[in-house]
């Protein structure tokens, strides 16, 4: 290994990555995404390995994109049960290589980054598909990504009133106070009537239900990473113009894709690059997984802004 490898810490990564910064990075990766051939980008489905004692996963995410001579790995811990101990469920790290020589170039924390990237991914989805004007943002999920949620959405849309809901109520009315929002006792109560709701939960059941939903409305489905695991009603997923950020990704991984039988209408990339159309006055979902390249292009950012 290289002798001095630079490391970046969290706190490092939150002084300089901002939302503002990231949402249009986002938007570009995941146009590169869909035109992987075009843009030069190699990023294979990521491989998981299970560790069963602890009922947690390593996930292994590489990818090489020629353009923006960049080539990163993240790899990504995720034990779901640690939240119940009080503990982070997800641990990452982000390996930046020098793609001329291959030589290791940073270690960049990826608790932070994984954070920010996943609620500006969902941000640029709900920038395309939410329906025209909304008010009412709901959050089912009291955790890390329900926190980033809240604050990338209110980048996109100035929403009036924000609802939140977790299984556990105190974390509901926690978050709430935190984000001027209103906590919720059940999770009807939270999507009835609201234009945009993310499902950021580690939950591996269906959390909401079909005929909550308001017509029209957009939801970011951004937990349930399993392929045995859903988040979503099926019936949602078949109601619903269902939108992917890797094709490949969501056949293999997706729960809700798979247990539904739910057929995918495009992915976010050929929404953006116009391939796809944004059918925003229609039920839509984004089905979100998280992607290699969108922890690269964030790492790269950061580098960029502390040499
Ligand atoms: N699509 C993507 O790129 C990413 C997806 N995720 C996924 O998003 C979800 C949330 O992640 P974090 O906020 O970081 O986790 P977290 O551990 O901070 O929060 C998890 C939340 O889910 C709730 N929850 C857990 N089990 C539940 C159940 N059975 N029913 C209802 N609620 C339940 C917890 O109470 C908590 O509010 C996870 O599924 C995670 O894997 C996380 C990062 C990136
Ligand atoms: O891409 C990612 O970092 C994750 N996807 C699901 C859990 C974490």
Request: glycine residues 6%; contains cysteine.
């Amino acid at each position: 290994m290289a002798a001095c490898v630079k490391q970046i810490s969290s706190a490092t990564v939150m002084s300089v990555l901002k939302y503002e910064d990231l949402i249009p990075e986002m938007e570009k990766a995941m146009s590169k995404v869909s035109s992987m051939a075009e843009s030069g980008v190699d990023q294979p489905v990521r491989t998981v390995v299970k560790i069963k004692p602890a009922d947690g996963y390593l996930g292994v995410m590489p990818v090489y994109s020629q353009y923006d001579n960049l080539l990163a790995a993240k790899l990504l811990c995720f034990y779901p049960h640690n939240s119940l101990q009080q503990e982070p469920s997800h641990y990452a790290i982000i390996m930046v290589f020098d793609a001329k020589n291959g030589a290791p170039k940073a270690m960049v924390d990826g608790d932070k980054i994984t954070e920010m990237r996943t609620a500006a991914v969902s941000a640029v989805a709900t920038k395309y598909l939410s329906p025209a004007d909304p008010q009412v943002l709901a959050i089912l999920g009291s955790g890390v990504q329900a926190r980033s949620h809240c604050i990338a959405m209110r980048k996109i849309y100035p929403f009036k009133e924000v609802r939140i809901w977790s299984r556990n109520f105190a974390n509901a009315e926690k978050l709430a106070k935190e984000m001027n929002g209103l906590a919720c006792k059940t999770a009807e109560e939270a999507v009835s009537g609201a234009d945009v709701i993310n499902t950021v939960t580690s939950s591996p059941i269906p959390i909401i239900k079909l005929e909550w939903i308001k017509p029209g409305a957009h939801i970011n489905a951004v937990g349930a990473c399993r392929y045995d695991w859903n988040e979503i009603d099926p019936a949602i997923m078949q109601a619903a113009v269902v939108y992917v950020d890797s094709k490949d990704a969501a056949v293999k991984e997706s729960g809700d894709i798979i247990m539904s039988k739910a057929e995918i209408y495009g992915e976010l990339g050929e929404m953006i690059l116009g391939v796809k159309e944004a059918k925003r006055d229609q039920l839509t979902v984004f089905k979100s997984l998280g992607l290699a390249i969108q922890d690269a292009v964030a790492a790269k950012m950061v580098l960029d802004r502390t040499e």
